[in-house]
């Protein structure tokens, strides 16, 4: 029988106003946070991802939106700069996100984490651990059903999911492309300013990009 060797996943935790790099794979913990209600359930997460013993190498980025510096004195409007950048921060990350990881604590209202599973739904990213107890866990539980989530209630449970579903998202790709050898970065990352002209950087990018293209053409020829 054969022996399984099994290592642990190196994890490194970003907060904002940090902006995360991503050499692998990634996790957003969404959720309640709601200062003195809910647990630092993220810690406990990360502290467990941590220690797993797994088949394969994981090299796991942590996006936790728990701010170390949050001031709730802050104004929650777009006009405040510091509110606005630390939403847009989850957004951001979100997006980036292999996998989004929910927990509603039971002693607590998350309204926000019930709008971004609205917006998250479709995703194919998320894992949801809803406890009973959360006065809205039958919402929780029809839309988790509808968009075919991974719905959990315990925290056990959602540590399982989430190493399933890290399990199942790929790796991160090079988008460049590549011809005989030489790389380019591919026209769609190429950006319009909102005045609709090219950027300065945009149009180095081109050049670049039809220099690269004639190199290889000569090299055919």
Same mark, same amino acid.
């Given at each position: 029988?054969?022996?399984?060797?099994? +290592?642990? $996943?190196?994890?490194?935790?970003?907060?904002? %106003?940090?902006?995360?790099?991503? %050499?692998?794979?990634?996790?957003?913990?969404?959720?309640?946070?709601?200062?003195?209600?809910?647990?630092?359930?993220?810690?406990?997460?990360? &502290?467990?991802?941590?220690?797993?013993?797994?088949?394969?190498?994981?090299?796991?980025?942590?996006?936790?939106?728990?701010?170390?510096?949050?001031?709730?004195?802050? +104004?929650?409007?777009?006009?405040?700069?510091?509110?606005?950048?630390?939403?847009?921060?989850?957004?951001?990350?979100?997006?980036? $996100?292999? +996998?989004? $990881?929910?927990?509603?604590? /039971?002693?607590?209202?998350?309204?926000?984490?019930?709008?971004?599973?609205?917006?998250?739904?479709?995703?194919?990213?998320?894992? +949801? !651990?809803?406890?009973?107890?959360?006065?809205?866990?039958?919402?929780?539980?029809?839309?988790?059903?509808?968009?075919?989530?991974?719905?959990?209630?315990?925290?056990?449970?959602?540590?399982?999911?989430?190493?399933?579903?890290?399990?199942?998202?790929?790796? /991160?790709?090079?988008?460049?492309?590549?011809?005989?050898?030489?790389?380019?970065?591919?026209?769609?990352?190429?950006?319009?300013?909102?005045?609709?002209?090219? &950027?300065?950087?945009?149009?180095?990018?081109?050049?670049?990009?039809?220099?690269?293209?004639?190199? !290889?053409?000569?090299?055919?020829?």
């Amino acid at each position: 029988m054969k022996s399984t060797t099994t +290592v642990n $996943a190196t994890v490194t935790v970003c907060k904002p %106003p940090q902006q995360p790099i991503i %050499p692998d794979k990634s996790i957003f913990l969404a959720g309640s946070i709601e200062m003195g209600k809910a647990e630092d359930w993220q810690a406990k997460l990360t &502290s467990t991802l941590s220690n797993l013993d797994l088949a394969y190498h994981l090299e796991l980025t942590v996006l936790n939106p728990r701010r170390e510096s949050w001031d709730p004195s802050w +104004v929650q409007d777009i006009s405040n700069p510091q509110f606005r950048g630390q939403v847009e921060w989850e957004l951001d990350c979100q997006d980036r $996100a292999d +996998v989004i $990881a929910m927990y509603l604590h /039971p002693d607590t209202k998350a309204p926000i984490s019930l709008l971004e599973l609205g917006l998250l739904a479709k995703s194919g990213k998320m894992v +949801v !651990c809803c406890p009973e107890g959360f006065y809205r866990r039958g919402n929780v539980q029809i839309v988790c059903k509808r968009y075919g989530i991974s719905l959990v209630e315990s925290m056990d449970e959602l540590v399982q999911e989430v190493v399933k579903k890290l399990g199942e998202s790929p790796a /991160p790709q090079d988008t460049r492309t590549h011809m005989n050898g030489i790389s380019f970065l591919p026209t769609e990352t190429l950006c319009l300013q909102k005045t609709g002209r090219f &950027s300065h950087r945009s149009s180095l990018l081109i050049f670049w990009s039809l220099l690269n293209i004639t190199v !290889c053409i000569f090299a055919i020829f």
